[in-house]
């Protein structure tokens, strides 16, 4: 399919051909009919894609970021970090219509061939969970129906402005959400005046001017602000214009640099807008598509769609003569320009003509002209920041023990562009279409954390090895599924990605517990604090930091020990103001069967200075300390020495054994009972955190 982009640093949207994305748990994939280009929203996204290099170093953040980093990591991260490879395109878009092909798991309330209205981008093919559609009445033009997200936002800043029938309202700024604006605020029976010194946006209604200066505006009840403005003037004549205790909304994108005074005698109150609606920025509502109940949210997101779409439905409001222009989807890409003139259009419509399901052309695999008997045929599922980061210049270093035949990912525009820059000949639409695929031997998943375990059971089902970054899964149940699936097939592989059991600082540790076995490990995180509503915190998605992150020092500890953990406890601080636990905070203590112990601290509230990981190995009077997997210190007896160690924190070495592992050259790494048991430590971590006991393992 193709959707529209701007790359970083390229001023010209264009066209990318990406696999049809698929619909997760709670999504909806739509073939779109008809999307509205919102310019000055759009317009502001090409903008930031390309501030210049020397923008950013200007920036005294970015200049403190880049001293740290090349302090701590070297200066080729801090090359990677000015000029990234793996950044993808910007999608452009938001308000579109078109028609359901396709739903996710758990949807309920729409079907295949419902004509629906979402937030989904300009591209012929989107997804949208459940909560930002919503569906057209069988009466309403659906080219009209396109501007419901836009519509939103309007409707949003008019509830804001909390006028009614009656109600004097002045609107600043008549592009297209001024315009919406002022349609829904005269079908609420409002007195409506428009303000914009572009004559041609006046279209024919007697009630817009160039100016305020002149006219007589008395009782003005609020002001809605939806210009976009680098100076402070709109704010200052909306001060100017609104009556005593009168309300100014902002909806567009201008300075608020206020007047105190003229706040303070007028008694004025200032909204800003978000977006359209409650549920923006939401991710329990946007991503997992849990609602607001109506008594005490009457108007979310999905519920500013409803009225925007009823009001369309039943004639009240009138859209078409605010298209400018409609445009063919294949000649999106030149429609930008026409926004630079001095005449700019108010609305552009692109029109989606799409007759069949189109697909993608793949190109035939050429293998690679030396044999390739030995070399592990390789699908990879996810193309997030740790494919590209970490597993696949890895994979593109083992090119003689593996060939990447294809990646996938759901939403098709990430793999797009690491098939770019991988060099990846052959890409798959789907993640069923490489676990289907015969010529691959071997899989790695490295999706968010929720999946993990749905796509190891149809790796397994489908005869493939299985390379999984951790976790293995975020639920027990999960666990005892993987295992059922294991125990049906014939000859199961699966490998799980804790690398640090591979590291060579590891490994030399490891041939010194072999003679004198330690009993205890302190391991010591100090890992960058996340936003809260960051993924992988999200419970549903990410499982937490625990069960993500923290769950490699369980790991180390069972291969360190040559034993498994047997009970486990987890606690943290409690933050007292809001009763809240901070679960990036936290001590784990696990006992193991013979009789070892490992004390875990995770922590993201540390001086960033702090290496990373910290390992301090003891036992029989001796005792080993690691900073990073990269400097050790070691004590036996009278001896106190330290190595050096430059390989890294084990991927690659991990790599390399699992493709060993694949070609029967050497037998599992782990036992299934050590990726149970360290698996179940870290998901029972996460549970019962604070519970106040041990919790054992196989109880």
Known sequence: MKQLVVERNNPDPILWDTPIPQPGPGEVLIKNHFSVVSSGTELATIDSA????????????????????????????????????????????????????????????????????????????????????????????????????????????????????????????????????????????SDVIGIDPDPTRHLE??????????????????????????????IEVATKIAR????????GDIPLNISRNEFYYKELELVVSKSYGPGRYDKQYEVLGKDYPIEYVRWTENRNFEAFIKLLSQNQIELSDLVSEEIDFTDS?????????????????????????????????????EPNVGKVKVGIIGAGNFASTTILPILKELRRDCQVLGIASSGGLSSELLARNFKIKNKYETESEILEAEEIDAVFILTQHFSHAELVIKAIDAGK???????????????????????????????LGFNRRFAAATEFIKTKLNNSPANSINFRFSVPPLEEDH??????????????????????ACYLFDSLPQSISSSSPIDKENNKALDNQVFLNINFANGSHAAIQYFSETNQALTKERVEIHGNGNSYIVE???????????????????????????????????????????????????????????????????HGIFE
């Open 50 to 189: 390309n501030r210049s290099v020397g923008d950013k170093l200007q920036d005294s953040s970015n200049i403190t970021k880049g001293l740290e980093l090349l302090e701590k990591e070297g200066a080729s991260a801090v090359w990677n970090a000015v000029f990234p490879k793996n950044i993808l395109p910007i999608q452009l878009g938001y308000s579109s219509s078109g028609e359901v092909v396709q739903v996710g798991e758990g949807v309920k309330d729409f079907h295949v061939g419902d004509k629906v209205v979402s937030n989904g981008n300009h591209a012929e093919y989107v997804i949208v969970n459940q909560n930002l559609c919503t569906r057209i009445p069988d009466d309403t033009s659906m080219k009209e129906a396109a501007f419901t997200v836009l519509g939103s936002i309007a409707l949003h800043g008019l509830r804001l402005s909390e006028t009614s029938l009656g109600s004097k309202v002045v609107v600043i700024g008549l592009g297209i959400v001024g315009q919406l604006v002022c349609r829904l605020a005269e079908a609420q029976g």
């Open 628 to 694: 990073d997997f990269q400097l050790l210190r070691y004590l036996e007896g009278t001896l106190d020495k330290s190595k050096i160690f430059n390989e890294g924190k084990g991927h690659k070495e991990s790599i390399t054994a699992f493709f060993a592992y694949v070609r029967d050259e050497i037998s599992n790494p782990y036992t299934w009972l050590e990726l149970k048991s360290i698996s179940l430590a870290g998901i029972y971590a996460q549970k019962y955190l604070n519970s106040g006991k041990q």
């Open 465 to 495: 090895a299985v390379y999984v970054e951790k976790p293995l899964a975020i639920e027990a149940s999960s666990i005892t599924d993987i295992e059922e699936a294991m125990y049906n097939a014939d000859n199961p592989k699966i490998f």
């Open 244 to 251: 005593n205790k009168a309300k100014i909304v902002v909806v």
């Open 205 to 234: 209604n007697k009630n817009f001017y160039e100016t305020v200066e002149g006219l007589n505006l008395e009782n003005v009840d609020s002001v809605i602000i939806t210009a976009a403005s680098s100076t402070n003037e709109p």
């Open 535 to 556: 993924w992988t915190n999200v419970d549903e998605i990410g499982g937490g930091r625990i069960v993500g992150e923290a769950i490699h020092a369980i790991d180390l």
């Open 333 to 369: 890409p030149s429609v930008y320009k026409k926004f630079d003139g001095d005449s700019k259009p108010l609305s552009i419509l692109l029109r989606y003509e799409i007759k069949t399901d189109p697909k993608i052309d793949f190109e035939k695999v050429e293998l690679d002209p």
